[in-house]
């Protein structure tokens, strides 16, 4: 099963923009820029919305210190076994 996910490939923490926001249909404040009071999506980067967001705007997605890109990759290329019991 492929799975795609959103990575924030720079230093400086993952965060989306102002135009991320509204294309996703969020409420932007000035806070949301630095992330200081948690970011969208932060806990659930494989959210479908959240990737074709990053997907259509590309670079535009990204908050100021963030480089968001989208990632896929085979989750069962992760799983691994031992007995039957299995983990990633």
Known sequence: MKLKLVLNTSFGGYG???????Y??????KENEMCDSG???EED???PKLV???ETLGEKASAPYSQLEVVEFNISD???DFDGKEWI
Request: aromatic share 12%; net charge positive; glycine share 4%.
């Open 16 to 22: 989306l923009s102002k135009e991320a926001y509204k």
């Open 24 to 29: 996703l249909g969020l409420e932007w404040t």
């Open 39 to 41: 970011c969208a999506f």
């Open 45 to 47: 980067r494989t959210n």
């Open 52 to 54: 074709e967001c990053v």
């Open 78 to 80: 992760h799983i691994k």
